[in-house]
């Protein structure tokens, strides 16, 4: 099968359409690649209706049928609904279909730190720029984008230590302390730390893939994060800094990465204690 797929026809003009109404109002290439890839799927399993003539039951059947994860659902309904708010904002329809489609609530998943061992054990063995991967998630917290974002030009010294600039979502920017000797790693990169074959950075999806296989099975660049998580609310007890450094706009968001720490939990509960 080829990595790339082509809405249907039926969908091809509307699709391309919407793709330029969020291209025109400045959501990131990540995103509208994400929006595109949820759309085609959706007009290749409706091909034979034009976007204009599908029913809310239609769509209902249609999203019934999957079995996504909660957090797929979740984005897919979005996208679908905001498709079809477009229709109706350029009259391309009068109702939205999607308005059925019920609410996906939130999943709360449980924090998944990657070890430290495993860490080093990856690093020993890791190609240099896989290393570098590895530590600007598990040492900075950084995302898959993030990451590969990346350049010497966002290396900040402050004098009396270094803090990278972080290209985040939605083009946020946040600045978060890193280590001496990874700051230094990517200063001497004197550009883009992973430049893509055809001009800018590599994708997100290349970051994951790379670093994903230099892991074993169960552990990712998310579980790096949960890792730089877990370790800096275990320094610091401060779980709105750690949300901070995450770029997260919510702490519940935060509250899923951190697996609270045992350490000290035994003398906690020693003065608790009434006997």
């Not at 080093?120 to 990451?147: F, H, S, W, Y």
């Amino acid at each position: 099968m080829p990595n790339k797929q082509y809405s249907a026809p039926l969908w091809r003009d509307a699709i391309n359409g919407y793709l330029s109404y969020l291209r025109a109002s400045g959501q990131r290439p990540e995103s509208v690649k994400t929006r595109s890839r949820q759309l085609v799927r959706l007009s290749l399993d409706l091909a034979d209706v034009r976007p204009e003539a599908v029913t809310s039951v239609a769509l209902l059947e249609w999203f019934e049928s999957k079995s996504w994860a909660v957090e797929t659902r979740r984005s897919a309904r979005d996208a679908v609904r905001l498709f079809y708010e477009w229709m109706q904002l350029t009259g391309r329809r009068e109702d939205n279909p999607a308005g059925i489609l019920p609410r996906v609530r939130r999943s709360s998943p449980s924090p998944h730190p990657c070890p430290d061992a495993v860490i080093r054990d990856a690093l020993r063995t890791a190609k240099p720029d896989v290393r570098l991967m590895i530590r600007l998630a598990a040492e900075c917290g950084l995302r898959r984008n993030e990451i590969a974002q990346t350049s010497a030009a966002d290396v900040l010294d402050g004098g009396d230590g270094y803090s990278l600039i972080v290209h985040g979502k939605g083009g946020k920017q946040r600045i978060v302390p890193m280590p001496d000797d990874l700051a230094l790693e990517v200063i001497a990169y004197d550009g883009p730390c992973f430049p893509g074959r055809f001009g800018g950075a590599v994708e997100a999806s290349y970051v994951g893939k790379r670093v994903g296989a230099a892991l074993p099975k169960g552990f990712s660049c998310h579980s790096l994060r949960h890792r730089y998580a877990t370790r800096l609310y275990a320094e610091t007890r401060d779980i709105l800094l750690v949300s901070k450094m995450l770029g997260h706009t919510k702490v519940e968001t935060t509250q899923a990465y951190v697996a609270l720490p045992s350490v000290g939990l035994q003398e906690t509960m020693r003065a608790i204690s009434v006997v």
